[in-house]
């Protein structure tokens, strides 16, 4: 496989329609990203673009991995925080396509967002991810530490409940 290609996503009209694309390719695996199957493209069209503007903003960061020009992985680093927590940030919205798992994209992506928060002093990271097919082996490889369940917390994508787990991940300040 070729290195992939991991950077910030701006909200350009093809970068918004390849991120929807993604959205609903991860929704209809079952993917628990806060949004039920099946996923209406206008509604993850919406989604891409509020998010992606909202990265233009500097409120999050959205990275992508890209692997020979196809967006196949990303994740978000959400920098707009109440102003009595400046020292964190959280991850959200790990997706990574069915044909991409496995190659460590979703790791490269969450090491990226680690270096970047700590660039911008932030020094503990939250997330939270559903207790059926998460993504927890993944954070708990990375050094996240699991500090609790909210049972019952969201409905899976095709129905049904599942937990959220809650992980933090102290990073040493940037310098």
Same mark, same amino acid.
Do not use: N
């Given at each position: 496989?070729?290195?992939? /290609?991991? &950077?910030?996503?701006?909200? /350009?009209?093809? +970068?918004? /329609?390849?991120?929807?694309?993604?959205?609903?390719? +991860? $929704?209809?695996?079952?993917?628990s990203v806060g949004f039920m199957h099946p996923v209406a493209p206008e509604k993850a069209a919406g989604f891409a673009r509020a998010?992606? @503007?909202?990265?233009? &903003?500097?409120? #999050?960061? $959205?990275?992508?991995?890209? $692997?020979?020009?196809?967006?196949?992985?990303t994740v978000t680093l959400l920098l707009a925080l109440p102003e009595n927590q400046p020292h964190r940030a959280e991850i959200a919205k790990m997706m990574t396509a069915p044909g991409f798992r496995g190659r460590g994209l979703a790791r490269?992506?969450?090491? @990226?967002?680690? &270096?970047?928060?700590?660039? #911008?002093? &932030?020094?503990?990271? $939250?997330? /939270? +991810?559903? @207790?059926?097919e998460g993504a927890a082996g993944l954070y708990e490889k990375a050094g996240f530490i699991r500090v609790g369940a909210i049972p019952d917390f969201a409905l899976k994508p095709h129905g049904g409940l599942t937990a959220t787990l809650l992980y933090v991940k102290r990073l040493a300040p940037a310098g």
């Open positions: 496989m070729t290195a992939p /290609d991991i &950077r910030p996503l701006g909200p /350009d009209a093809a +970068t918004i /329609d390849a991120l929807a694309a993604l959205l609903i390719e +991860t $929704v209809a695996g079952g993917g998010s992606l @503007e909202a990265a233009a &903003r500097g409120e #999050r960061i $959205v990275f992508g991995a890209f $692997v020979d020009g196809t967006l196949a992985s490269a992506l969450l090491l @990226e967002a680690e &270096r970047q928060a700590a660039l #911008r002093g &932030r020094t503990l990271l $939250v997330l /939270d +991810t559903a @207790e059926q």
